[in-house]
């Protein structure tokens, strides 16, 4: 049988990256319901994020299994190959984390998320100079536009929550500054992981169970001198779960492998399209579930994040061919 054109493959792959997309949106915008219903106060945060990373490791190890990829990768992987891959990213991410949980204490929830969301941008950046992915003019404005909706979503969500007090210098240095390296940091981090995919051709399920490891073993360094580490010594390390604590842990855990899979086949800049349209999710579903309306800011943001998008999909970065 001869091979299947290229449009064709073409079509698949899109049709794939569509369906991962849409998964990851989902719940991506379902997650804080799920889990401001299913997770108690008492939870110690720590444990739940260990579990997850747990929860992380065994579907990706049963995805692999599934596809048949996993004794290729038992055979094949070294701790070298995994370190130069992952390495950097996963300790990018370990400090990005840090940065934004001493920002979130020092500056106002609207100022810290919009803020964060110039993630979006520095995402495109990095992407340019790490793969050389270009993008036209007309993508150049759909992320800009995709950026102003953000804010917009950010200013509804963070308008009703209150402010951080504190002198200029404390929020300049503790607050403003941390958030914006850590979104510089995030944008590299997520093109560190789209090349080790598409350049190292590193599996995404893979990307995902090094990640976790990495990550939880951080988490597990800090538990010495944290609060939380302390609260699981005196309290157990499952202390405030329920059955239906599982719930929110597992649907996390398969969002992190969603989130894998769109880097890697859609790169990061999309995965930003994919977590501001969630937004617009939770904003329907606390409407659905909650009868909270969505805000003014979050109706304005509804059509840009659909023109954004639209006008990115449909004006890709064309190759200019030479004159011979």
């Known amino acids: 049988m001869a091979p299947p054109p290229p449009s064709q493959g073409l079509g ?3 049709a794939r ?8 949106a989902l719940q991506y915008g379902a997650q804080p319901l799920i889990s401001q219903r299913f997770i108690r106060h008492e939870v110690i945060v720590t444990s739940s994020v260990l579990t997850c990373e747990l929860a992380k490791v065994i579907c990706a190890v049963f995805f692999m299994a599934k596809d048949g990829s996993l004794r290729k ?12 891959a992952l390495g950097l990213p996963a300790a990018i991410y370990a400090l990005q984390n840090s940065l934004l949980q001493i920002s979130f204490k020092n500056i106002d929830s609207l100022t810290f998320s919009m803020l964060n969301q110039t993630k979006i941008f520095f995402t495109a950046f990095f992407t340019y100079f790490i793969l050389r992915q270009k993008q036209s003019i007309e993508q150049i404005g759909a992320l800009f536009l995709l950026i102003v909706a953000a804010v917009l979503l950010s200013v509804g969500e963070g308008s ?6 504190g002198n200029a210098d404390q929020i300049l240095f503790y607050g403003i500054i941390p958030v914006l390296v850590s979104s510089v940091l995030s944008g590299l981090a997520s093109s560190l992981c789209q090349w080790a995919s598409q350049v190292k051709k590193h599996s995404s399920y893979l990307m995902t169970i090094e990640m976790s490891i990495v990550g939880s073993l951080c988490l597990l360094a800090s538990t010495l001198k944290s609060p939380d580490g302390e609260a699981m010594r005196q309290h157990g ?6 059955p239906l604590t599982l719930i929110p842990v597992i649907f996390n855990a398969l969002g992190g492998i969603l989130v894998g899979l769109v880097t890697s086949h859609a790169g990061g800049v999309r ?3 994919v977590i501001v349209s969630a937004l617009l999710i939770t904003a ?3 409407f659905i579930f909650d009868g909270k309306p969505p805000s003014l800011y979050c109706l304005v943001a509804l059509p840009l994040v659909v023109t954004s998008i639209s ?5 890709p970065y064309q190759v200019k061919k030479k004159e011979s």
């Open 17 to 24: 990256i569509h369906f991962f997309s849409i998964l990851l």
């Open 12 to 14: 698949m792959n899109n």
């Open 73 to 84: 990768v038992y055979k094949e992987w070294t701790l070298v190959g995994a370190l130069t």
């Open 160 to 165: 009703s929550k209150g402010s951080a007090s």
């Open 271 to 273: 995965k930003g399209f």
């Open 284 to 286: 329907l579903l606390q």
């Open 237 to 242: 390390f499952f202390y405030g779960w329920t």
């Open 311 to 315: 006008i990115y999909q449909k004006y």
